[in-house]
């Protein structure tokens, strides 16, 4: 492999970047992380609490320096450092090798395009399904990415070498690496995650906006509480998702609509018979996926 | 109080019936059980696991034997026994009390007006807001309403004393009981619970029938998981309370249509102002809920 492992740059030093630094520390993956983004303050956090070891605020610098750069920064900073990076990177071989931890791919294949209109060599495009409601390093930790998926979305152009590079790193985290097709990628999570935040996102809100607010709230329990908890995600990631994965968001949302009027129908219509076979084909569908989310857990945890 | 305390009878020995038998039983609140019901499956088997000391498939017996009788079958079945029963029962003061425990109390109330225009006086309907998408005897336990509220929705034609009965037999489960008017309690519940179901449900629904539902399920990771939990609930219940709460849930489900056609809008429009302002107020709200939730757990368990 013509790449280097030993420096680690995160950009963007939240939940997710923090996580993935302490993996990788922890793995024995690379040696040396740096941090780079806006608020300096997460930065001195990151460095106290051992998470990386120094950080810069000067890109030249950060790209002088790492072997690996990750972006973790919500997706529409993102999608504006590689425009920065992009025209940076050097031939095919040489690194620093560059991807990135967004949950819509497609905004960022275009914007690396944009400088020249190829992707480069060095640059996989990746996505770990992880997360949790709570942001920021504080929050960060080493096995965050255990036995959950890593989808990478390679295209034509990359290098094979620095494809299999980003792909041994996520491993090393004990996350299982799979490969995507960057549109493909982005309508199962605009179905899957994007869709569940929005309407998670929209329910709270339209209950807060309520005249019995109050008491919606009082009298909401436990399942009410599992239901609404990525609406407590963090809003400026999610703004840049809806707006980044805008085409696929919207179709997931039509196609939901589309069921919710069809209910609607048939509750007005107090139609027992379809009511009852929409409500068995859903718990069926949820009962086999999460049969199968607990098999997959189950089988890593015995690897 | 002229009503006694001794026997206690559960028709429909599922989740709630059982874990409600169990609690009696735990807290010393009532000495004997019996089960009535049409599976008699369930009910040999709440004998078996001693939750039940008996069980008949005889109402007129339960009548004579009980004196209380706690309704916790699917709604529409509750409002058919509650037509049958309601003509049985005797003056104000004399036995049985009957209460139930459905997640709507109009349709209930109504049907319990039918025989003859006057709501019992010893008929006080309630709620437990508790559950589980696990059913039936097997999952039942005698802490399940510890902590948790009950709604109890007196009328005026209730007997004071009755409706002190019930709310003592719920104390004694470790249940918080509040008191609220049905209409008032059909629109919560709409609001927080049922509305909640049937946007899980359509979700999975949805996905389920799409295209790309091997790979939607494939890569959807445990966010969606929580979010869709209340889609694995029993649909015969469910369906049960869409007829039954008929038009609370028609009013909830289009407020929220109509939040959705507003956030839909926004993403169309890429109005990232509107999308942060949105995520952000009901982060902030679901923020709150989730802190006051916590703390009524803290203080009951301190107390």
Known sequence: ??????????????????????????????????????????????????VIDS??????????????IVICTPTLVAADILRRIVPRLGEA?????????ASVKGALRDAAL????????????????????????????ADLFAHHRVILTPEQDNDPAAVELVRAMWAS??????????????????????????LAYTLVDALAGSER?????????????????????????????????RDALLQAMDLFSAHLGQLRAAVAAQDAEQLLATFS??????DHFTADLAARHQGKAQE
Do not use: C
């Open 213 to 245: 607010s109050a008491d919606i709230f009082r009298f909401a329990a436990g399942g009410f509480r599992d239901f609404t908890r990525i609406a407590s995600s963090d809003p400026v990631m999610w703004r840049d998702i809806a707006i980044a994965n």
């Open 1 to 50: 492999m013509a790449y280097s492992t030993d420096t680690v740059a995160i950009l963007g030093l939240g939940l997710i970047g923090g996580s993935l630094a302490r993996a990788l520390r922890s793995s024995g993956f690379s040696r040396r992380f740096l941090g780079y983004g806006h608020r300096e303050q997460s930065l001195r956090r990151g460095v106290e609490l051992g």
């Open 93 to 101: 071989g040489s690194g620093p090798v560059v991807t990135d931890a």
């Open 173 to 198: 985290t004990g996350a299982d690496v799979v490969e995507m097709g960057v549109d493909e990628h982005d309508a199962v999570l605009a179905a899957t995650s994007h869709l569940p935040h929005a």
């Open 55 to 68: 950080f810069t605020l000067d890109l030249d610098e950060l790209l002088a320096q790492a072997d690996i």
């Open 114 to 141: 944009e400088p020249d209109g190829a992707m480069p060599a060095q640059l996989v495009l990746g996505h770990p399904i992880a997360g949790s409601e709570r942001s920021g390093v504080e929050a960060s930790r």
């Open 281 to 286: 084909r859903a718990k069926r569908a949820r």
